[in-house]
C-alpha cells in the first residue's frame, strides 16, 4: 500500500550541474545515474558532446545543444543538455537559442498545473579568458538578455547553470511593481517577501557586473543564499585556485513563493562543481505520469523457475 505522502507529488525537482565534460562516457556511472534518477529535469553545462554522438537513456527523454567542433580540438568542448524524464513530455518543449552553449525549454503551464508558463534556460558562459568571446558575433551576455527580453512578457523566466560570475557582497535590484504585474491568481505582493542574499564567496570578477546588468534590467533575482537549504549562499566550485560561487539558480521574483528549497550537494569526484537541486511548488501531482526508470528495471527483470526452462 502507498503511503499518502507519498502518492501526492505536486512539485517539480529541478537541477542542475558543470560536468565537465565526458558526459556521454559519465552518464553511465552509477553516481550521474543516481543523480540524474533523483529529479524530474537535470540540466548539465560542459558536455563536451560531438553533433555526431549518440545519447540516450532509458526512461528519459533528452534536448541538448553541442558546440561546433574546434579544428584545434580532437573533442568536443562546451555545449549544454537537459535530461527529463519522459513521462512529462507532453509538458516540455525545446526552443533553440541563437548561441550553442544555452538552450530554453518551455514548461506548460496546463501540463505543469502553473499560472504562467515557465521558460526554463541551461546556460553556460565560459570564463573571462575563453578565446570563444573574441569569437562571437554576439556576446554570451547579449544573447541571454535580448532572449529574456524574448521570453520574459510570455511566462516566468529560471536560468540555471554555469555563468563563472563571481558576485561578491553585489545584490541585485528589482522593481516590485514591475513585479505584481506579472503576478499569478494564486500569488498576492505580500508573498514577495525577498530576504537579503547570503553568499560564501566573497570575491567579484567582471563577469559578475555583466550579469547583474542582465539580472537588474529584467527584473531578476537569484535563488541562491536566500532559501531553504542554502540560507548562506554556499560555494560549489572547488579547484586548485580556491573555492567559489558560479552557479545558480535564478527566477523572476513572482516565481520566488512557488520555491519550496534550493540546496549546493555534496562534491562529485567526477567534477569541481557540485550539484544545485531545487524544488518548485506546481499544481499537479507528478507520481502518475508514467513508469519510473526503477519500475523499467524492474519490468526488464525476472527471477528464474527450473520449471520455466521448457518453455525456452
Known amino acids: 500500500m502507498v503511503n499518502p505522502s507519498e502518492r501526492q507529488k505536486c512539485f517539480l525537482s529541478l537541477a542542475s550541474q558543470n560536468i565537465q565534460g565526458g558526459f556521454g562516457n559519465k552518464i553511465q556511472i552509477d553516481d550521474v545515474y543516481n543523480f540524474i534518477n533523483s529529479n524530474d529535469i537535470t540540466c548539465f553545462q560542459e558536455t563536451w558532446l560531438l553533433p555526431s554522438t549518440c545519447l540516450t537513456l532509458p526512461g528519459y527523454s533528452i534536448f541538448r545543444s553541442d558546440r561546433a567542433k574546434s579544428k584545434r580540438k580532437h573533442c568536443g568542448s562546451g555545449g549544454v543538455v537537459v535530461v527529463y ?100 491568481d494564486n500569488i498576492s505582493i505580500d508573498d514577495l517577501s525577498v530576504s537579503h542574499r547570503f553568499n560564501e564567496d566573497r570575491v567579484e570578477n567582471m563577469w559578475a557586473k555583466e550579469l547583474l546588468s542582465i539580472l537588474n534590467e529584467s527584473h531578476l533575482m537569484i535563488i541562491n543564499g536566500r532559501t531553504i537549504g542554502d540560507c548562506f549562499g554556499a560555494n560549489m566550485c572547488y579547484n586548485l585556485q580556491g573555492s567559489s560561487t558560479v552557479d545558480y539558480f535564478i527566477a523572476n521574483p513572482s516565481l520566488y513563493p512557488s520555491v519550496l528549497n534550493m540546496e549546493v550537494c555534496l562534491q562529485t569526484w567526477y567534477s569541481d562543481h557540485s550539484p544545485l537541486k531545487m524544488t518548485l511548488s506546481i499544481g499537479r501531482d507528478l507520481h502518475d505520469l508514467g513508469c519510473s526508470v526503477e519500475n523499467l528495471q524492474k519490468l526488464s527483470s525476472f527471477v528464474w523457475d527450473e520449471e520455466d526452462k521448457q518453455k525456452f
Open 85 to 184: 524524464k519522459t513521462s512529462l513530455s507532453k509538458g516540455v518543449q525545446k526552443i533553440n537559442s541563437e548561441n550553442d552553449d544555452i538552450v530554453w525549454v518551455k514548461l506548460n503551464k496546463s501540463f505543469f498545473g502553473l499560472s504562467r508558463d515557465i521558460y526554463l534556460c541551461n546556460c553556460y558562459i565560459p570564463p573571462q579568458k575563453s578565446e570563444l568571446h573574441d569569437r562571437r558575433e554576439a556576446s554570451y551576455f547579449e544573447t541571454l538578455r535580448n532572449e529574456i527580453a524574448k521570453f520574459k512578457n510570455m511566462g516566468h523566466i529560471l536560468l540555471c547553470g554555469d555563468f563563472n560570475a563571481r558576485l561578491g557582497c553585489l545584490q541585485e535590484r528589482y522593481d516590485i511593481i514591475d513585479c505584481e504585474k506579472s503576478l499569478g
